[in-house]
């Protein structure tokens, strides 16, 4: 009874509440960085509707083997707060643009103990109902193997089809030459046959 009387009274005085979308978020799948550097986590969000004023964004840490993850960053009404009482404390700094929804943030002077999941949620009021996107840190003293395996891969690559497009080229131009070159030694026979001809 009570449910009928709220939709009527919706209907007779003509408010429509507003709808709410779903919004989507993305993060990285894993970072590799190295021992006492700095990281850009990446977050932004696709949703319907245009940037809300009221966007917000927050990041959340869990560590390996942990199943509690803590507060470390929070984005709302145009302020970003930091937790300054966490081990991320003076190391986090927001270097995101609400206005073109990215809610990055950067992890500075990193630490062993910073390997873990960084979790990210974003609201765009009224498009609130979102699963939040997380990435995997991994701190390393030294580059990885498959990361430096990788690299020299795509180099190895670039470098390749570098040298394959400078042999086609000279291929290319020698050919050409070569066909030049017969044209104008059939031309000069067929002159002198046509020259000979003449005289008989």
């Known amino acids: 009874m009570l449910t009928f009387v709220a939709l009527a009274s919706v209907l007779l005085l003509g408010i429509v509440p507003e709808q709410t979308e779903a919004i989507s ?32 964004f927050s990041w959340t840490y869990r560590p390996d083997g942990s199943r509690d993850s803590i507060s470390i960053f929070h984005y709302t009404s145009g302020q970003a ?13 927001f270097v995101g643009n609400p206005g073109k929804r990215d809610g990055s943030i950067l992890i ?9 999941t960084f979790t990210c949620d974003a609201k765009n009021p009224p498009d609130i109902v979102g699963r939040p996107s997380s990435v995997r ?9 498959q990361a430096g395996v990788i690299t020299g ?25 070569r066909r030049v070159f017969s044209l104008s030694v059939s031309k ?12 008989q």
């Open 25 to 56: 978020i993305y993060t990285g799948w894993e970072r590799h960085a190295l021992l006492g550097s700095d990281v850009r986590l990446s977050c932004s969000f696709f949703s319907w509707r245009g940037t809300s004023d009221d966007v917000t």
């Open 81 to 93: 707060y930091v937790d300054n009482k966490g081990p991320f404390r003076d190391r986090v700094e």
């Open 108 to 116: 500075k002077n990193l630490d062993y103990n910073d390997n873990g």
């Open 137 to 145: 840190l991994l701190v390393f003293e030294t580059v990885p193997i």
């Open 153 to 177: 891969a795509i180099i190895g690559v670039v470098l390749g089809l570098l040298v394959l497009i400078v042999v086609i080229y000279y291929l290319m131009r020698f050919l050409v030459a």
């Open 188 to 199: 000069q026979g067929k002159k002198k046959r046509e020259g000979t001809q003449a005289r």
